[in-house]
């Protein structure tokens, strides 16, 4: 099965409140990276 | 008082030297040797590229920086290193004759030597390509395109072809950004129509990046990079072919050989592509004046540290710890590494040779924050070398992040980005017993305007990092 981009994928990636909340989810992983590294 | 000399103001030794300059500035000797007196933010010339961003928005000058931290900085390029007598002998800029920098640590944070030279006919200088690797390439890559625009606004149709140069190339993810922003470019000025857009890379597959590509689970299956940059050049209608070595260019014309032997031409009006990346080169000598360059640096010019090196592909891919941990070498314990002018123990994708004898291999991608996760560790270990005698400090390629974001346009209203996050870079099957040997949570790979406002962020963030002002330690590298 080949993915393809839709138009209602292209409507969600422009969709200001969607778009907000992938922001934040996209901070929590690099957040819980960062964490899992051995920063210190 | 120690004395540590860092080479390079580039992602990693500037992270390097402002760590080392916080903790150790005023009581010890911290020096930065740079060829020129600006920090470049190299993400974003993908940017001035395409005239989206002024070049002074992505540079600051190094001084005042180095000032506020007690860092000494002495502009001009590091010639040779003498490793027994602990010197860096400089060619000082504006023909200021040469100085010798002594040292009791050594940081090599150089970034990349772009090797033009190994594809004849490639690059902006003596060549027929451009390039974004530096500001000026990046400067004139813009106005070869600006030009290139007005032929299309004048009617005529062209051929636009973006990725790497050379066999062995590396930076796939910046050479993807450059050719979406193109798009984007081309769309606002109503050309894309007068405009094919090509993709020509070394990597094994679509999506690869050098890092043997991502695997992410959407809506309970598992989407690839493959089908995902496919969908995105599909959705641009940017035609694509990868296993490819670039051998030569010609004017309007590139040299290519593929996996299977073949070789070919692509023709262009304007191309793009990535050159291969050397290490610094440095001759090192020791105290009766021999070369032991050997015992330091592999032929690429990388310098050597405490990876394992020479293991067969499969094993290493088998084999976390053949990653380095503190970037060190092993023969001259004083002398570190860090960024892209580390030895890495071999590529993350995995090689080819084709029937020809020629090796197409995508390098491992080593810039950005992977050159400041290392360039920090470097400088903690030298702080605790300096204060307590021993390192504490470790986190080899299998155990690091990275985001790679391909912006589409930089527009916080209407601009998209491809953004990838990789976790870890290199895959560590033992830690993460899975297919990809990746953390599936974190590793994540979409498209949409939450990218472009990344992306934003990210240029800000780091901007305001590397001028070390308030609170730059809390902004992960």
Redesign the interface.
Known sequence: ?????TEKDAR?????L???W??I???L??????D????? | MANVVIIGAGFAGQTAALYLGSALGKDHNITVINKYDVFGYTPSWVWVGVGQMAPEKTVFKLKPVYDKFHIHFVQGTAKSIFVDDQYVLVDKADDGGEERVPYDYLVIATGAKLNFAGTPGLGPHDGYTTSICSLPHAVDARDKLFQLMERMERGEKVKIVVGTGHPGATCQGAAFEYITNIHKALLKRGLRDKAELMWLSNEPALGDFGVRGVHVRKNG?L?SSE??I???F??YDIKWQVQTGVRKVEPGRIYWENYEGVEGETEFDFAMLIPQFLGPGFTYYDKDGKDVTDQLANKGGFVLVDAIYGLDWDTLAETPEAWPAVYQNRKYKNIFAAGIAFAPPGSISRPFVNPNGLSITAAPPRTGMISG?IGRIVA?NIIDLVKRGRM????RMT???A?CIASMGDSLW?G?AA?I?I?PVVPDPRTYPNEEGR?L??T?M??????A??KRMIHTTFMHKLQGRIGWKLI?E
Request: zero cysteines.
């Open positions: 099965m080949t993915f393809e981009i969600k990636m422009n969709n200001k969607i778009q907000l992938r922001f989810v996209l901070n992983k690099i957040l819980k990276a960062v899992h590294s051995k920063r210190s | 299956r989407l089908d995902f496919r969908a995105i599909e959705l996760i903690l504490t400090h470790a986190e155990e690091m992040f985001a209407d998209s953004t996050v976790y953390d949570f974190v994540d979409e498209m949409g305007l939450a990218g406002w990344m992960p």
